[in-house]
């Protein structure tokens, strides 16, 4: 590694949840630094908590390190801390370098002048000559695509064009570290992966990040090294890989939790005897699912991108009878979050007296590690009556997904819908 950049020691900050108390509290703290005493005491007062306590961190040159954790966690305030914007109640922050730049969601930009004012302003800010931003604000405003709307006040603009505009005025510093607070997410994919490209040159060449973002595809991507910050606290530091396992994990112990203490969700649980409104046909129960096997084709622990057998092994009072086979797979929290369906219409199976097994492969299983639930169903061809069922007014079958996550199959964000994987029938 390179030289240490940034180091905080100690670094600590409190606050107070109540208006009177936070004034009292802060006239107090006047005076304590007229006593000479420049940091505050190791302890909380009624009503206060502590946002920030007793962060030691490292970032050297040429590294990203990675920041993530839930809302809340206090990632803000420490970003507030290290770039002097608050003071801290405890510790040190200690800068090896004057020049440091901050992109964060509003992209630094005012509101109130035009796209043309803030390049100068921005560039001036950072020691930038107005003999050379006159040379080169042709190609800054070129290069950020928003010719026809430069002279308009950036408050008009939308999120993806203040981006666009900054990105092109950032590109002409070069800075030894950037700070960028959740700035990658916006814009459109254009946009996000110009912005990548230059920051891996600028990385390539020497340059430090701190990148604070909810996006597990930018922080495997980018960062070197992560930081997983909970409670005002570092939970971990690590390679992007194991800190983002831990904190997923992490946040599902909690939702886990949350959902034995709630009274609600158990209320819920105990009054619902079926995940989904089913209706079964006439000749429901003449088929019965008897076992599934959920096996790596390798024969090792499944993990993320294996490539994985799925059978069902189930016994049947009907003969040559045409039917539907779907597989359904979630977690306690969320589910259905993907299927998996056999053929159907004119290109269907047919399942015959006494016992049969059916199987699927799917090439690479697109699930992050964890715990999956199984639920099957097997419907007849044309009607879609319901012949038999498991899972779903019984205990469903489980599986584990194991390994760290591979961001490349990450399907975090089909939490929103129902998706379809890829199955190769036999």
């Known amino acids: 590694m390179g030289k240490i950049i940034l180091e905080t020691k ?11 108390l936070a004034l009292r509290y802060t006239i107090a703290d006047i005076f304590w630094e007229f006593r000479r005493k420049p940091e505050g005491e190791n302890r909380l007062r009624p009503g ?3 946002s920030v306590y007793d962060v030691n961190l490292q970032l050297h040159a040429g590294e990203v390190l990675g920041l993530i954790g839930a809302n809340g966690a206090g990632k803000s305030t420490l970003i507030n801390l290290i770039m ?13 370098t004057n020049s440091v730049v901050m992109i964060d969601s509003q992209a630094g930009l005012n509101s109130l002048q035009t796209g043309r004012e803030n390049i100068y302003n921005l560039l001036s800010m950072y020691g930038i000559s107005e003999y050379i931003i ?3 604000i042709n190609n800054i405003i070129d290069y950020s695509g928003i010719q026809t709307f430069i ?5 008009t603009y939308s999120t ?3 981006l666009r505009l900054a990105f092109s005025i950032y590109t002409q510093l070069q800075p030894d570290v950037f700070i960028i607070d959740e700035a990658l997410g916006g814009g459109d994919i254009r946009f996000q992966q110009s912005f990548q490209n230059y920051l891996k040159n600028y990385i390539k060449n020497g340059g430090s990040i701190l990148l604070v973002s909810h996006d597990m595809y930018q922080i495997k991507s980018l960062c070197h090294r992560v930081i997983l910050f909970d409670q005002g606290q570092i939970y971990d530091i690590n390679k992007p890989d194991e800190i983002i396992y831990t904190y997923n994990e992490l946040m599902l112990g909690r939702e886990n939790n949350y959902n034995l203490s709630s009274p609600t969700i158990q209320n819920n649980r105990a009054t619902k005897s079926t995940d989904e409104d089913l209706l079964a046909g006439e000749k429901f129960g003449l088929v019965e699912i008897e076992s599934v096997e959920v096996t790596a084709v390798d024969g090792k622990d499944i993990t993320p991108g294996s490539k994985v057998k799925f059978q069902m092994t189930c016994n049947s009072q009907l003969d040559n009878y045409p039917i539907i086979i779907s597989f359904s797979v979630g977690t306690e ?3 259905p979050m993907a299927m998996m ?3 159907y219409g004119e290109e269907y199976y047919q399942i015959k007296q006494g016992r049969n097994q059916f199987c699927c492969f799917v090439d690479k299983l697109p699930l992050l590690p964890g715990k999956y639930q199984l639920k099957m169903s097997i419907l007849e061809n044309h009607s879609y009556d319901i012949l038999s069922l498991k899972g779903y007014q019984d205990n469903p079958f489980y599986f584990e997904v194991k390994g760290y996550n591979d961001l490349e199959l990450n399907f975090a964000r089909s939490y929103k819908y129902i998706f379809y994987i890829p199955t190769e029938w036999e």
């Open 10 to 20: 100690h670094l600590s900050k409190r606050f107070c949840r109540t208006h009177k």
């Open 48 to 50: 206060e908590f502590w």
């Open 84 to 96: 002097g914007i608050l003071r801290p109640t405890l510790g040190q922050v200690r800068w090896y």
């Open 134 to 136: 006159k040379n080169k």
């Open 151 to 155: 002279d308009a006040p950036v408050g």
């Open 160 to 162: 993806g064009m203040r």
């Open 333 to 335: 929290k969320l589910f």
């Open 341 to 343: 369906m056999g053929k």
